[in-house]
């Protein structure tokens, strides 16, 4: 089965279960993208790449919360694309604000029983609490807006409805 996704470095499962890149893969991906990799830092910088996904992933599944997607077993996704370079409009407005710009941005598509919702995730680098953590990131989830659909789920977690 082909990746569901624009890239080649993880996909679906037989099972329809979304897979992570083994090292190899994302190592690859990284030399494709232009950056310098080094072999024996993919051990720590793919588990760190997974659970930021998976906390993205959380988040996603605390916004699809109540929109329908129980009735079909859960959202899942169906594809994403990793923009980089492409700012969304509210990291353009912080940066512009004197906030750091993300490192990274997803868009990734949900499958809500049928209907896609399309969500965008800004990537950023958190601040040193002093807690002993070497790593600490910053996740701003949210659907697009894009369609009706998004708006309708934005302006209802602005008013307190979601």
């Known amino acids: 089965m082909e990746p569901a996704n624009s890239e080649q470095e993880s996909g679906v499962s037989a099972s329809g279960k979304w897979i992570y890149p083994s090292e190899q893969m994302f190592f690859n991906a990284m030399k494709r993208k ?3 990799p080094k072999t024996e830092d993919m051990r720590a ?3 760190i790449h ?3 996904n998976e906390r993205a992933w959380m988040e996603i599944k605390q916004w699809e919360k109540g929109q329908g997607a129980e009735r079909c077993g859960g959202p899942r996704l169906d594809s994403f694309s990793g923009t980089a370079a492409a700012m969304t409009p509210r990291a353009r407005l912080y940066t512009v604000l004197g906030y750091q710009a993300p ?4 868009d990734w598509v949900v499958d809500r029983c049928g209907t896609k919702v399309d969500y965008v995730i800004d990537f950023y680098a958190g601040k040193d609490e002093g807690k002993g953590k070497s790593l600490n990131f910053f996740l701003d989830v949210r659907p697009k807006l894009n369609s009706w659909e998004g708006w ?6 602005a008013i307190g409805l979601g």
Do not use: E, K, T, W
């Open 103 to 106: 490192f990274d941005r997803h």
């Open 34 to 36: 232009n950056y310098d």
């Open 50 to 52: 997974n659970a930021v």
């Open 45 to 47: 910088i793919v588990p």
């Open 152 to 157: 309708r789920m934005r302006l209802g977690r």
